[in-house]
């Protein structure tokens, strides 16, 4: 068995966390270390490593995913908007190898990113 990712560990309570809604495809937790008012992270049980080892069969998976962040940021009143995003890889200072849609609001976001 591979070591299991950070984000195994929490989806299995064996790392406490924050979490905002689970179902049998992926956890929603809250990030450790906000960079907005309001930040999550949208993260699929399956511990894929970056979207670059996606597959054409992980689709449905990723919509998955965009519509439970929809609806976690709604419940989480994000109302004036939001940004949605992936890190991959080192350029995009990717740090936990196991995809994540991280979602941001609660202030105005600057664009384009750093
Ligand atoms: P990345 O840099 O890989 O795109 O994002 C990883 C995110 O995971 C970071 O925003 C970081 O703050 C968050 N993170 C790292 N370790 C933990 C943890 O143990 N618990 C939670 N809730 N978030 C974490």
Request: hydrophobic letters at 40%; glycine letters at 8%.
């Amino acid at each position: 068995m591979p070591e299991k990712t950070l984000f195994q560990r929490i989806a299995d309570r064996e790392i406490p966390s924050d979490m905002l809604y689970e179902d049998e495809l992926c956890i929603v937790i809250r990030d450790i270390n906000p960079k907005a008012p309001t930040h999550f992270l949208v993260i699929p049980r399956d511990p894929i490593s970056t979207l670059d080892d996606l597959t054409e069969e992980d689709g449905p998976l990723v919509g998955h995913l965009l519509l439970v962040a929809k609806k976690v940021a709604a419940e989480e009143g994000l109302s004036g908007g939001y940004r949605a995003v992936f890190n991959c890889g080192p350029d995009a200072f990717q740090t936990v190898p196991h995809i994540h849609l991280h979602v941001l609001g609660g202030r105005k976001l600057g664009w384009p990113p750093g």
